[in-house]
């Protein structure tokens, strides 16, 4: 357990529709991560908060958005959602002022759109 | 553009065969480098990391990894596998100790007893 929670875990849902996906960080971390994990594109990282503020975008389509709350949650919602949606959306954590680029991930959300 | 490149992209061994993953990356600055495992079913996890000192690291589970800057590598290393090491192995750059994490496309590892 890497102390990153992600919920849900499984998502169905139909094309055009919205979803929301949240994520908690480790007790003490101030970044987020999210990464969309597919079959043919990889590990894709889409947007990074630092307490509360976007700090890095990567391959974040304009349907996506993202935001980290003053817990420090955070949550990524994707709307008209289409089929190639369907992926594995992990969110990470990092420890403050530890070696860059070593993230905490949690278990993922595993979104299929029919 | 930046990227990391793992040429293997799917192993198969018999348990005790030794393992090399080859990992490579186009930077010519600063990085930190990791390799990260996802075991089936579950969440990624760092195996090992280099970001100063000795070149070679070792790792959980008795991987290792040595940074050849001049060759822009950090190939993973397993004397001999076991049948449990089955999973996927990710690759992965920091550049310039920024926030900015670029994964490999991934090497799948199946061990057969």
């Known amino acids: 357990d890497s102390g990153v929670t992600q919920t849900p875990k499984h998502l169905i849902t139909a094309t055009g529709q919205r979803v929301t996906l949240r994520c908690s960080p480790r007790?003490?971390?101030?970044?987020v991560y999210w990464y969309q994990q597919s079959l043919d594109q990889g590990l894709q990282f889409l947007i990074q908060?630092?307490?509360?503020?976007?700090?890095a975008k990567g391959n974040i389509l304009e349907r996506f958005s993202a935001q980290q709350f003053p817990d420090l949650h955070s949550e990524l919602n994707l709307s008209s959602l289409e089929l190639g949606d369907s992926a594995l959306y992990f969110c990470a954590s990092s420890v403050p002022g530890g070696v860059a680029g070593e993230l905490f991930f949690g278990e993922g959300s595993r979104l299929t759109v029919l | 553009a930046q990227s990391v490149s793992q040429h293997n992209h799917h192993v198969i061994l018999s348990e005790a065969a030794s393992l090399e993953l080859g990992c490579n990356y186009s930077y010519g600055g600063t990085v930190n480098l990791f390799w990260y495992v996802q075991y089936p079913g579950q969440h990624l996890q760092l195996l090992l990391k280099y970001f100063s000192g000795d070149p070679l690291v070792k790792g959980i589970k008795g991987f290792e990894a040595e940074f050849i800057k001049s060759k822009f590598s950090f190939n993973l290393r397993k004397p001999s596998v076991q049948w449990s090491d089955t999973a996927e192995y990710f690759c992965a750059v920091n550049l310039g100790n920024t926030d900015k994490l670029i994964f490999g496309t991934g090497t799948r590892l199946q061990v057969f007893p």
């Open positions: 908060y630092y307490n509360g503020e976007e700090r």
């Open positions: 007790s003490g971390d101030l970044s």
